[in-house]
């Protein structure tokens, strides 16, 4: 009981820390979306969209998956202690990101002008891809000095970089905007990236590792098998990149480029602002189940734990979303993006099946299974596209929330059936209870908004997130001892 109550402090241990990042991240977010949607408007926020849809495409067709299956090389090496094998590793990681990254630098340079009448239909966007080509160089090396820190579980390192990176690239991104207005989005893009590739840089350097020779012989070796599983990751991400890509272009061709605008507004909402959750647990999760991924019943438990987790702080903040969107939205963008909130109501709802099989698909990559990975991950954005494409054609921005819904909803019964026939996988009785308390709840609060005017929408919508607050406090105070610190905090006192 007492070690897995320790495994429950570990979780939360290092969601608070990434959290704490994410949270100031967020704000630096909601700063930069806000200056953008009253300085630039939808259009502006669309161009910056489509932009890095399409070079975040590219780049995932350039990287190779490297940082992905780095991260669990170095892990796995970390928790045996062996420094040589975990400087090899690096050196040649360091030596793939700079190949690879120039190489889409290459690649972008050269299909620009087709790149800029697909995306935007014009070739006025020609010189932008040009100019932006460089942030994949600068993105794959920035990928590079994370997949160490993050291998080797050097958390607070991880964060500053993160924080630090993203703190003095907003600096940096106000006075252009104010100035250049739509003229400074290739700026800001371009400096934002190589800020970030500093810091981490910056805070890798500070890691000792042992000094090795690697010749050309074991570089060709061990990069092999680093960039064939990368390989099929980056593929992955491609697809994933290639869908976002895709339903951007038919939103732009369908219903304007202000469409696209909103809707990278609202999705910024639930994949950013909520999504933070994910994005703190993510930089722990994997490597730490990288480390138990061999032992079938040790991967069940940590699976469990982390999703009952996930779940447990994330319920509250959707249910606080449904209720309180349109103030949200508000204060985030302006009133000109209110037709946004039907499209989010639909999407918080799914988030609750995206957390759920969030935890599971994770264990493809620990396993180290980049095919199955691959498979699965195609599946999933397979019909998650023909479902986007569907929804926004019969029902607009709302029908791009509803997709969200389905989509994750089947993806969860998918990754569950596999992860069950091939790793024995199971949820336990306890997360299941979890999960359909909260997401009772959820459904609750949409009931409400959809049907209950105001002001008793938030009387009633305030009651309902109290009880999943609670709810939730009482559970986390089981697994991590809440209000035992807290009293001793307050004794000190």
């Known amino acids: 009981m007492q070690e897995e109550k320790s495994s429950y402090r570990s979780i939360m241990k290092a969601t608070s820390l990434f959290g704490g990042v994410q949270v100031f991240n967020i704000l630096i977010a909601i700063i930069r979306s806000k200056i953008v949607a009253v300085l630039l408007g939808p259009a502006g926020m669309g161009i910056i969209g489509l932009l890095n849809a399409a070079t975040g495409m590219l780049s995932s067709l350039t990287n190779f998956g490297i940082g992905i299956s780095a991260v669990k090389n170095i892990a796995e090496e970390n928790s045996k202690g062996n420094e040589t094998r975990i400087a090899t590793i690096i050196i040649v990681l360091n030596r793939l990101v700079w190949m690879t990254g120039l190489l889409g630098v290459v690649v972008t340079i050269i299909i620009s002008p087709w790149l800029s009448q697909l995306t935007f ?17 600068f993105k794959q090396l920035t990928s590079g000095q994370l997949a160490l820190l993050q291998g080797m579980r050097k958390h607070k390192y991880l964060a500053k970089a993160n924080l630090y990176g993203n703190g003095l690239g907003l ?31 910056y805070f890798s350097k ?3 590792i042992k000094t090795v020779r690697v010749s ?3 570089t060709i070796a061990e990069g092999k098998s680093m960039l064939t599983m990368g390989f099929l990751i980056s593929l992955s991400g491609l697809i ?7 339903v951007r ?22 994949n950013t602002y909520v999504g933070l959750i994910f994005s703190a647990m993510s930089a722990d999760y994997y490597p730490r189940l990288s480390a138990v991924a061999y032992d079938n019943k040790l991967s069940k438990q940590t699976i469990n734990q982390q999703a009952e987790i996930v779940l447990l702080i994330l319920a509250p903040i959707l249910l606080i979303l449904l209720v309180f969107i349109k103030w949200a939205i ?60 569907l929804g926004y054609h019969y029902f607009g921005l709302t029908g791009l929330g509803l997709s969200f819904l389905i989509s994750y909803f089947l993806y969860l019964i998918q990754v569950y059936i596999i992860a069950k026939l091939k790793f024995g996988f199971k949820y336990e009785y306890v997360f299941k209870k979890i999960f359909l308390i909260q997401l009772s709840l959820a459904l609750c609060s949409f009931l409400v908004v959809k049907f209950i005017s105001n002001p008793y929408v938030y009387f009633i919508g305030v009651i309902l997130i109290s009880i999943s ?5 009482k559970e986390l105070d089981k697994r991590i001892g809440i209000a035992e610190t807290l009293r001793s905090i307050f004794k000190k006192s």
């Open 469 to 473: 607050s609670l709810y939730s406090f």
């Open 121 to 137: 239909g014009t070739k006025d966007y020609t010189l932008a891809f040009i100019w932006v080509s460089i942030t994949l160089l």
């Open 206 to 208: 500070r890691i000792a």
């Open 249 to 270: 272009v038919f939103i732009s061709n369908k219903g304007g480029i202000i469409d696209v605008g909103l809707y990278n507004a609202g999705f910024a909402i639930i």
């Open 330 to 389: 508000i204060l985030l963008y302006s009133s000109e993006f209110i037709s946004i909130n039907k499209m989010i109501y639909w999407a918080a709802l799914g988030m609750f099946f995206k957390a759920a099989s969030w935890s599971i698909a994770t264990i493809f990559l620990a396993k180290g299974d980049s095919k199955l990975f691959l498979v699965n991950e195609l599946i999933g954005n397979i019909h998650l596209l023909l479902l986007n494409l």
């Open 171 to 201: 600096v940096f991104a106000i006075p252009l905007y104010y100035k250049m207005g739509v003229d400074a989005i290739v700026p800001v893009i371009i400096i934002t990236t190589f800020i970030a590739l500093f810091y981490s840089w």
């Open 216 to 218: 050309r012989v074991t």
């Open 240 to 246: 994933s990149l290639g869908v976002s890509y895709i």
